[in-house]
Nanobody, 127 residues
Framework: QVQLVESGGGLVQAGGSLRLSCSVS????????VAWFRQDPGKEREFVGS????????DYADSVLGRFTISRDNAKNTVYLQMNGLKPEDTAVYFC????????????????????WGQGTQVTVSS
């Protein structure tokens, strides 16, 4: 059972930066992909970005492209989400997710692809 623990959330002013961390209980290469999602109350959980565990490739939602960066430190079994140029609309609970599914009939941007989730960390951006 893979366990994920997020940290690094908080309150920041618009234009500021935060770095979220996702500590993975196993080697990050033991899962196929790690992603970040976010959710505002009353809204659907939305894809933010992901990193492939083998190829180390990343992809991002259009809303964060150019502002957010995902990276990982295999020695620490940790995946990071660096968030720059934060906007009030980035306010949400941010979740780390991981998938051990080798195949999936759908897109990796769907939350259905992920079978492990962290508890979430709150990010609040003030205007």
């Amino acid at each position: 059972q893979v366990q994920l623990v997020e940290s690094g959330g908080g309150l920041v002013q618009a234009g500021g930066s935060l770095r979220l961390s996702c500590s993975v209980s196993e080697r990050t290469t033991s899962v196929y992909r790690v992603a970040w999602f976010r959710q505002d109350p009353g809204k659907e959980r939305e894809f933010v970005g992901s990193i492939h565990s083998t190829w180390n490739t990343t992809d991002y939602a259009d809303s964060v492209l150019g502002r957010f960066t995902i990276s990982r430190d295999n020695a620490k079994n940790t995946v990071y989400l660096q968030m720059n140029g934060l906007k009030p609309e980035d306010t949400a609970v941010y979740f780390c997710a991981a998938s051990s599914k080798p195949m999936f009939d759908g897109t990796h941007r769907s939350r259905l692809y992920y079978n492990y989730w962290g508890q979430g960390t709150q990010v609040t951006v003030s205007s």
